[in-house]
């Protein structure tokens, strides 16, 4: 491991950071943050590379966007694995027992804050390199902010680090007021950044900036009930990222992944693994381990390991049905059926974050943020919401023309290519942290019925947002608990 990612990794877990004895509770700022640091600009960049380690779990090894549970699991991506322990969000059983909680998010929100704060003040020999530290930290901000509020709707709005124990415990304030703070957030980065493209594609950049905010204003529009001027502001959003310089699809989709093939000229934005730096990718989740695959005919195909595999789950029927073009690259490139003798099916596995193969499968593709044909279909969905359906079907027809399966050819109403750009994000973005935010804004919009979509889901009257743990709220009166769950 690189000694310097070391020290400020180190270091971040050691600042004072959201505790679980209160609902927010921080201890007050330490000297460490004061006194004896944020004296340089290497104290700024080293923190923030500290905080970018948050991003895929490496302090004190917990998962914070390197999990399936918040994204995924509540959809219709997955069936029980060969080893199942399926969690309580894919049986759709939450409770405020078994609650999931936020404050590994406010962490990282906290030691932005902290950066955020102290940064301004320190004198930098190419204020260039400052900007581009705010910038980046503006970003991870507001994205943390916006995974809250796809999770649990209504959180709490922190902006300043806490620097008293005796400070007032908050309330949880409107997902609007979040928005809002996340496009404000979205804005002061875009003005920041030196540059117009990208310096680390594992590093927030303008054109990741300008994704994240089409996608938080497409929540925004169908989700918190904004208006068309939202709608326009994401398209020229996009419009800015598709015209970055150097941004393209390639040709081959299952490339786009490859280990070996990172930072290409399709992804916007990755959260960068390396083997033997942090446990594995959350695709492992969904690989078999060799015993269970030992007699398929096909088992030297299979991603599948001695240790560290586990398959608790698996693609859904569903999935795959999307598939009815047998031309359709995606296909074999997402999921891989073991054959064992007789032609019996063993299990489905995700095909799509391979990892890689040395003496035994390690799961180390990179988490894939944003990538550039994303820009096509949240463009599609922009316009299609603005009723420019023929419009929008030319914009997805680029990610179907690359996958094989020619133009749309359906029904051309507003709500049947709304259905198609659903199916098409199904296709395209599998696994990839996006199908149960995807199926909020179709179900808020009136496209979808996401009750009827989600066979876990069929049936039940249980809320769409988490709630949070009763333990925070006794801790916290200011708190109240999700709707539904009272």
Not at 2 to 19: E, H, M
Not at 273 to 282: I, L, N, T
Not at 472 to 479: F, K
Request: overall charge positive.
């Amino acid at each position: 491991m690189n000694k310097r990612f070391l020290v400020y990794s180190c270091l971040i877990a050691l600042l004072p950071a959201f505790s679980c004895n209160k609902v927010l509770d921080v201890k007050t700022v330490s000297d460490i943050t004061n006194a004896s640091y944020w004296k340089s600009p290497g104290d700024v960049t080293g923190y923030l590379t500290g905080i970018y380690s948050l991003l895929r779990g490496t302090v004190n090894d917990k998962n914070y966007f390197n999990t399936t549970y918040y994204m995924e699991d509540r959809s219709d991506a997955f069936i029980a694995g060969l080893e199942g322990g399926m969690s309580t969000a894919w049986q759709q059983n939450l409770n405020n027992a078994n609650a999931p909680n936020w404050l590994n998010y406010y962490n990282i929100i906290y030691h932005c804050n902290l950066l955020l704060k102290n940064a301004p003040g320190i004198n930098f020999p190419n204020s260039t390199d400052r900007d581009r530290a705010m910038a980046e930290t503006y970003f991870i901000r507001a994205y943390t902010y916006f995974w809250l509020i796809r999770s649990w709707g209504d959180v709490p709005l922190m902006l300043e680090p806490v620097a008293s124990s005796n400070q007032q415990q908050p309330s949880r304030a409107a997902a609007t007021d979040i928005m809002a703070q996340i496009l404000k957030d979205i804005d002061a980065a875009i003005a920041l950044f030196p540059e117009g493209t990208f310096v680390n594609k594992s590093r927030a950049s303008r054109p990741a900036t300008f994704t994240l905010k089409a996608d938080a204003l497409l929540w925004k529009f169908k989700v918190l009930k904004g208006n068309d001027a939202d709608l326009q502001d994401a398209l020229t959003a996009l419009q800015q990222v598709e015209s970055t310089a150097g941004l393209t699809l390639l040709d081959n989709f299952a490339s786009v992944f490859a280990t070996n093939n990172r930072a290409n000229a399709e992804i916007i934005f990755s959260v960068y693994f390396k083997k033997d730096e942090r446990s594995d990718m959350y695709g492992s989740q969904l690989k078999p381990r060799d015993i269970f695959v030992q007699d398929a005919v096909n088992k030297n195909d299979i991603a599948a390991a001695k240790n560290g595999a586990r398959s608790q789950y698996m693609p859904s029927p569903k999935f795959e049905s999307m598939f009815t073009d047998a031309a359709d690259k995606r296909k074999n490139a997402s999921f891989i059926k073991a054959i064992g003798p007789n032609n019996k099916l063993i299990g489905v596995f995700d095909n799509k974050f391979r990892g890689t193969k040395d003496t035994d499968w390690f799961y180390d593709a990179d988490i894939v943020i944003y990538r550039f044909a994303e820009i096509f279909l949240l463009k599609a969905e922009a316009l299609a919401a603005l009723g420019r359906v023929s419009d929008a079907v030319t914009a997805l027809n680029r990610t179907r023309t690359r996958a094989g399966i020619g133009n749309y050819a359906g029904p051309a109403d507003k709500t049947s290519v709304e259905k198609e750009i659903l199916n098409e994000r199904f296709r395209e973005l599998w696994l990839e942290q996006k199908r149960w935010p995807d199926l909020l804004r179709f179900h808020y919009a009136g496209t979808i019925n996401v009750y009827t979509e989600v066979p876990n889901l069929n049936g039940k009257n249980v809320p769409l947002y988490f709630p949070i743990p009763k333990a925070q709220i006794d801790l916290n009166p200011n708190l109240k608990q999700t709707a539904g769950y009272q």
